[in-house]
């Protein structure tokens, strides 16, 4: 086991990766910009260090700062949490040349699984179900018109090396197709450096379900059931559940087997997540691997009682998986709700200020993974989540109500946030019922 890792990231996950340090009796440090140099979480490190101002690309996406870092600090490896370099083989491939271990896949295997083309690929060998669509990057427009007229409209324009809903555009007409492949392009060569698109049928009114897996250096590979990622606004998660409402023992069975397949399939040895959209006649698609860990990761701690970080940290220091797939147990339901500082109202403007005060709920069934507190400074540099509200009940009926208790005992006062559209959500017979997709929060709510 390591002496000492270093936490390359800031915020609740930063504070989280502390916490499972801790408790495994890990040194920590770690890096902070400028703009969090008032972070609390700073004080439970064993040492910190400031890597540059507060925009990302000089500080926590410049890797020879967070290196450097790291190599004078003498650490054995590197937890990049997640966003910014958490899903980067170039890092990762940098780690391994300073001897320093990057907790996350092998680049390799990053690179396989990063890659959708390749990730698309890869799933087709492995004989996991795919939508229609091209066989690898689509060169230009003329051959996205002739994909689309073989697979038929609608269909969804994607960038190879995207997330978070950045290049990306729907199509239902000839037209459409060619504005929305250019426009494509651009936005993932700004975003990621990389203008490679590939183009699928495009699947109307799907659930979006996540299976987290497991896996360690010696073969190993579990999976620790679903999430439902179905709630979103413009690709970007919202609410996040475990079990899904509408899965069955059967398909929950499927799915996850699915999932470890084309884990197995990659080599992949570390925590990640194989997800799937799931259509209304109860197929599902593979869609893509995200090689890290969620933001939502809390939702399957609670309901398997797996710590998944201190399992990721074990097993890129060469530990084995402590259980196997039989070993692995569900207990009640589990939802968690990601609190932002944005306004909802002014379409969901980021609300970057003063928090003047931070009053967290709490009781039973309740946790809290945050950052903020009363007069901390949300940042105009960063994502605006300041809070993971997540609540672990017997039934999901009971998770619900906790939930609604919840949201009505969170205060806070100097930022703009989303509770009062969690709040409307909670209070929604539509989502009550679990009868939602993908486009929920835009019809019912007009966001």
């Known amino acids: 086991m390591y002496s000492r890792i270093l936490i390359a990231n800031r915020g609740e996950i930063a504070l989280r990766v502390i916490r499972a340090c801790r408790e495994l009796g890990i040194e920590t440090v770690v890096v902070f910009s400028e703009a969090d140099r008032g972070a609390l979480y700073l004080r439970l490190a064993d040492t910190t260090v400031c890597i540059g101002p507060g925009p990302a690309g000089k500080s926590y996406l410049d890797i020879s700062r967070i290196v450097s870092a790291a190599e004078i600090t003498d650490v054995g490896a590197i937890h990049p949490g997640y ?36 990730a698309r690929a890869l799933a087709r060998q492995a004989g996991l179900p795919l939508l229609p669509g091209s ?14 007229h073989r697979i038929g409209y609608p269909v969804i324009i994607k960038a190879s090396g995207g997330g978070g809903g950045r290049g990306m555009r729907v199509a239902h007409t000839d037209v459409s197709l060619v504005n929305g492949f250019l426009a494509a392009q651009v936005e993932a060569k700004a975003t990621f450096k990389n203008a490679d698109l590939y183009i699928e049928k495009f699947l109307e009114r799907p659930r979006h379900v996540e299976i987290q897996i497991m896996a360690d250096r010696h073969g190993s590979v579990v999976h620790l059931g679903e999430r439902d990622c179905t709630l979103q606004r413009r690709h970007q998660k919202i609410v996040e559940e475990s079990p899904s409402p509408v899965l ?22 570390s925590v990640g997540t194989v997800e799937f959209l799931l259509a209304p006649d109860g197929k599902f698609y593979f869609m893509e691997m995200n090689a890290r860990v969620q933001v939502e990761h809390p939702v399957t701690e609670m309901v398997t009682g797996i710590d998944i970080v201190k399992e990721q940290i074990r097993a890129s220091a060469g530990e084995r998986l402590p259980v196997t ?7 009640g339901s589990a939802i968690e709700c990601r609190i932002n500082a944005e306004d909802p109202a002014d379409n969901f403007r980021p609300s970057p200020g003063r928090v003047t005060a931070f009053c967290a709920p709490g009781g039973p069934g309740v946790r809290i993974d945050s950052h903020c507190y009363a007069g901390y400074e949300v940042s105009p540099y960063y994502d605006s989540l300041i ?15 906790s939930m609604r208790r919840a949201l009505d005992e969170f205060v806070v006062e100097g930022v703009k946030t989303n509770i009062p559209l ?3 959500i909670f209070a929604d017979r539509q989502f009550i019922r ?10 019912a709510f007009g966001k």
Request: net charge neutral.
């Open 387 to 401: 809070a993971k509200l997540i609540v672990h009940r017997r039934t999901r009926q009971e998770a619900i109500v």
């Open 83 to 118: 966003g910014f370099l958490s899903e980067n083989s170039h890092f990762a491939e940098i780690c391994r040349s300073c001897n320093i271990d990057f907790i996350g896949p092998d680049p390799e295997v990053m690179r396989k699984v990063g890659d959708k083309v390749q």
């Open 248 to 269: 069955t023992p059967h398909l929950r069975r499927e799915i996850g087997e699915t999932a470890v397949t084309f884990a197995r399939k990659a080599g992949y040895n």
């Open 434 to 443: 679990g009868d939602v997709d993908t486009t929920f929060i835009e019809n």
């Open 135 to 148: 066989e690898g990057v689509v060169k230009d427009d003329q051959e996205a018109l002739a994909i689309a």
């Open 325 to 331: 797939q039989r070993d692995v147990k569900f207990a």
């Open 422 to 424: 969690h709040r409307r």
